[in-house]
């Protein structure tokens, strides 16, 4: 699978957009972008995936790169109870290899008042 | 709906004990996953399972043993506990779709 390069650390005051961004320069065509955070230890959590076109559901927005090497998770109106460490994660589509998900160390976004 | 849960939340065992560590799922799901969490660090594959009877290894699997005898529950073994398994244990399952999480077992070796 791709690796993914993510900031390590942003900040983001309530109610604005956070932009968490993601290189994946090494994505391969049948790879799929996936976005989980994981809050305060807890277990990870999904958030969205996408392939090559844009995503939107009812938690974040993910913009993708028209060349794929790239991609933009979005809350769009952050609240505090978005704090927590976000992962970037390439996986080759399909159910080959069991589906594995392979963690880097992601982004704390921190929101603040 | 419980999702994944996963059994001891927290644990403290000296070096040498041994210990299983249990998750259950409910959402009948072929495909399930045992990770661990060091501090500061994501999360790493130890074994993992596509279906009932099946195991195979993960990127970090020495020193843990896991069975899937039935499908719903997936067991993690350490047969001789080591300081530097102390960790947090994360138990996943998928069907489909993305993987569903526990909410981690704290085990701690001294």
């Known amino acids: 699978d791709a690796k993914t390069t993510q900031p390590p650390s942003m900040d983001c005051a309530e109610g604005r957009a956070a932009n968490l961004p993601c290189n994946h320069s090494?994505?391969?065509?049948?790879?799929?972008v996936y976005w989980y955070r994981q809050i305060h230890s807890q277990g990870p959590q999904y958030i969205i995936h996408?392939?090559?076109n844009n995503e939107t559901n009812e938690m974040a927005s993910l913009i993708i790169t028209e060349d794929r090497k790239s991609s933009t998770l979005i809350l769009p109106h952050a609240t505090l109870r978005d704090t927590a460490v976000y992962y970037c994660?390439?996986?080759?589509?399909?159910?080959?290899?069991?589906?594995?998900?392979?963690f880097g160390t992601g982004t704390q976004l921190k929101v603040e008042l | 709906n419980a999702g994944v849960t996963q059994t001891p939340k927290f644990r403290v065992l000296k070096t040498g004990q041994s210990m299983t560590l249990l998750c259950a799922q409910d959402?009948?799901?072929?495909?399930m996953y045992w990770y661990r969490q060091d501090p500061g660090m994501g999360l790493r594959l130890i074994h993992y399972?596509?279906?009932?009877?099946?195991?195979a290894k993960g990127e970090v699997p020495d020193g843990y043993n896991v069975s899937r005898l039935k499908k719903q529950n997936f067991l993690l073994g350490l047969e001789s506990a080591a300081p530097s398994q102390t960790s947090v244990y994360f138990c996943?399952?998928?069907?489909?779709?993305?993987?569903?999480f526990g909410d981690g077992t704290r085990l701690s070796i001294l």
């Open positions: 994660i390439v996986r080759v589509a399909g159910t080959g290899g069991g589906n594995k998900l392979t």
């Open positions: 959402m009948n799901h072929e495909y």
């Open positions: 399972s596509v279906g009932e009877g099946t195991t």
């Open positions: 996943a399952s998928r069907e489909r779709g993305p993987q569903h």
């Open positions: 996408g392939l090559k």
């Open positions: 090494t994505i391969s065509g049948n790879e799929y």
